[in-house]
């Protein structure tokens, strides 16, 4: 079974500070993707990545794919509210034709 | 160009009743791909469907749980015989291609209450 697992679970930090979170694993992705998903609503895509050691930048974030294509982390840089919401990195591996999500990092953003 | 449609967005079942949850995928996209969620935890896979076919159902309980995607109309997810367990938020997603480094569109949920 693959598994994903992210860290930290929870996050809860004040506007304007930076943040990681991580998305590990023993498996190795053919490609992995980050969405945010706010409440009562459906997961949205942020960013696919697919080379080992890519790194992609979107407006604030910074999002890095490991070299051995096992992990990713999402950096935020100078978190804002609007920033709140559930982090779900997710796994393709092309021995399975749907992707494996991770548990999730759930981040609030105190104004 | 709309979204994928999920409905109902909520469901009450009584324990023993039956579910029904409908999903509606972006025009053009023929990939389906059912997924659960429990209260905050991730997603889960549950079942992958192109047209009239099954491909992959390997997230899917054998028991109680079909879903399918006719030629015509959308995809639906039936629960028979739901259980207090059964209570999450399911979640569907469409692709134009098999997932290799495309997107995946969600719909906003239908999420199943079983009293």
């Known amino acids: 079974t693959q598994l994903l697992e992210q860290s930290p679970q929870f996050l809860s930090i004040q506007e304007g500070e930076n943040l990681t979170v991580y998305c590990n694993s023993s498996?190795?992705?053919?490609?992995l993707q980050w969405y945010r998903q706010e409440p009562g609503e459906g997961p949205v895509l942020l960013v696919t990545v697919v080379t080992g050691g890519e790194v992609k930048k979107l407006k604030r974030l910074t999002f890095q794919f490991g070299d051995a294509r096992k992990d990713s982390s999402l950096h935020i840089t100078a978190a804002q509210p609007g920033d709140t919401g559930l982090y779900l990195c997710a796994g393709e591996n092309t021995g399975r034709r749907a992707l494996t999500f991770g548990s999730g990092t759930r981040l609030q953003v105190q104004p | 160009n709309a979204g994928v449609m999920q409905n109902p967005r909520h469901l009450v079942r009584r324990r023993g009743q039956e579910a029904r949850l409908r999903c509606s995928p972006m025009k053009g996209h023929s990939h389906v791909y059912w997924y659960r969620q429990l209260p905050e935890e991730g997603l889960k896979f549950m079942v992958y469907l192109q047209k009239e076919n099954i491909i992959d159902e390997s997230g899917m309980p054998k028991e109680r749980f079909s879903a399918e995607f006719p030629k015509e109309g959308p995809s639906i997810l039936r629960i028979q015989q739901v259980v207090r367990g059964d209570s999450a938020a399911y979640f569907c997603?469409?692709?134009?291609?098999?997932?290799?480094?495309?997107?995946?569109?969600f719909g906003e949920g239908s999420r199943l209450t079983v009293l």
């Open positions: 498996s190795v992705f053919s490609s």
């Open positions: 997603a469409s692709s134009q291609s098999q997932v290799h480094t495309g997107e995946l569109f």
